[in-house]
């Protein structure tokens, strides 16, 4: 057993972690679930270290828009949230698309609450519905393809980017280079997508003086739900990462508004390891990096009641330490960015920006990732010179997932 303080001393430290973590780019709560279960092999703490992990992993959906907004630094999360909030900073409305992220996140993480029992009840019992969509999972993975691709007003640009992407993807991820590089090439390689090619386009604009007032910063509900209810689909689904949630969250949404699609995007990513978490208990299933090891850690025992099963019930408390935390931190380091951002002249934050990703990228991945990096690049800006919306370039974790679902039957 573990007491209250415990808990909370455990929280506040997680969500520490969890706030360096989401402020550099190419850091995931993935490193620190390996550090954590190093250290439980070391010291008899294991709870203790997965209520750590637990704050961390939800500080960091919370934090990591910080780097995509300002630098153009994305990760595998962030991808897509990078193009409104990018655009929203050449606006001199970085630190608004901040506090609209964070309060998107907040929301998602007191609607996944609301939706935490009805949902244990239709996929675990008595419903048992979880059995069937696992066997519709490529099935639902090619119906997204097909919709992201057909819904473009050049379907043969868009076909053929989808494509590149995806067998880009489908190599680097299949191709064991871990020799040539120690992390995964999913960095790089959404760097290039997306981070890249933004600041390319960006550089004969004008940075403006951000704008620092504490206006009123609203959010529609339903772009909230549609992220939650994406996170909560996408934890379901084995093999298949948040970042295909923000690709669902964007396909049903009408509203093209960059502030929507922030909150869609920024809400899918929390609720997304909000749920991962819940499915470990639910249908016993590990659905991230940090899920399995808290399920290496802790001895997880099936939810069947209604009430919460230890050690689950802690975690939820962690949680919400855990976001209130996160809000408000996200909240002041988004305004000291963006005080100090305004202050540099916007062509040496381009520089300084490609030059901190090249820097991480080589530090995480090594030599060969910044040959992925180039080559990443390379289809993100013909993604933009063939005029087709860059969320296709999520192809190069959309077709891998498809092929390796398909191939064997083949």
Known sequence: MIDFLSILIASIIGSFLGIITGLIPGLHTNNLAILFLFLSSLYP???FFCILLVSASIAHTFLNIIPSTFIGAPEEDTALVILPAHSMLLEGRGYEAVCISALASLSAIIISFFLLIPVKLILGKPINLYYAIEVLVPYILLLISMILIFTSENRLNALFIFLLSGLFGFVILNIDVSFLFPSSPLFPALAGLFGVPALVYSYKQILPPQNLEEKSITIKGKDVAGGVMAGGLVSILPGVSS?????????????????NTISILSSANTATNFFVLAMLFIILKARSGFAIAIGNMVKIEKWDGLLFPYPFNLFLIAIIISSIISYYSTKFIGRIVAKNISEIS??????LSLAIILAMVFIFAGPMGLFILFIASSIGILCLRMKVRRSL??????LPLILNYFLPFL
């Open 346 to 351: 916007y062509s040496l934050l381009l520089k």
């Open 45 to 47: 703490a294991n709870l």
């Open 243 to 259: 970042a295909v949630a923000t690709i669902l969250a964007l396909l049903f949404r009408k509203e093209k508004q960059k502030e």
């Open 393 to 398: 370039c999520m192809g190069v974790l959309l």
